[in-house]
């Protein structure tokens, strides 16, 4: 499904301030607080919105390097490749380019780091080559591209026949910790009859958890 202006705006906002509760969101992009709740436990669900991490000045952290390196891959290899060298904690970013390539951003202590890197941890897989490496001297700027709800995908699964989400506004069906999405009224109807009663169930223990 495809995102639109109102997910744009509450993402807008959270790449302005990760902080922001959502009622704060709800007022700065001019929307009712359950809105912002829902279509924020949307894009989370949707894997749209992955994680919340603080963004740390470059010169606030004690690596003394940091590299873009670009590699010449095996093509038939580059995915595995690409997984093995994201795990290695020198990696900060991985990118797949044309032309059989392959683009890294790394974290080292010195350039002295930065060879040993390289030799012990790429140039020693086979099928890879270094087609460059740089050493950043300073950053300008390192922030996110604004925001277009026409750039945006939403790869949102049906949580009964797990098929793609494709309607802008889907049937969905919630408890005060859960929210639950389906492609179409018979989807939802057919998860209410096989997990009803465990809903209800749950709903229950949610309302005795709130008067104790």
Request: proline residues 5%.
């Amino acid at each position: 499904m495809k995102p639109d202006e109102i997910d744009a705006r509450i993402l807008g906002a959270l790449i302005d301030d990760g902080r922001a509760s959502l009622r704060q969101i709800a007022k700065r992009t001019s929307l009712t607080t359950p809105t912002v709740s829902a279509r924020f436990d949307r894009m989370k669900k949707s894997g749209m919105i992955r994680k919340f991490v603080p963004v740390l000045s470059p010169d606030s952290v004690g690596r003394g390097v940091f590299a873009v390196i670009s590699l010449k891959v095996n093509s038939s290899s580059a995915e595995k490749l690409g997984s093995d060298l994201s795990k290695l904690p020198e990696v900060e970013n991985v990118y797949v380019t044309t032309g059989q390539g392959m683009t890294l951003k790394v974290a080292l202590s010195d350039v002295a780091g930065l060879q040993k890197f390289l030799s012990r941890r790429v140039l020693a897989r086979p099928g890879v080559s270094v087609a460059s490496s740089q050493i950043i001297t300073k950053v300008v700027k390192e922030e996110p591209a604004p925001l277009s709800p026409s750039a945006l995908i939403m790869n949102l699964k049906c949580d009964f026949c797990h098929e793609e989400v494709a309607r802008a506004r889907p049937y969905t069906l919630t408890t005060r910790s859960s929210r639950y999405y389906f492609c179409c009224k018979t989807c939802r109807n057919a998860y209410l009859e096989k997990f009803g009663p465990r809903l209800a169930r749950i709903k229950h223990g949610e309302k005795t958890a709130l008067r104790m």
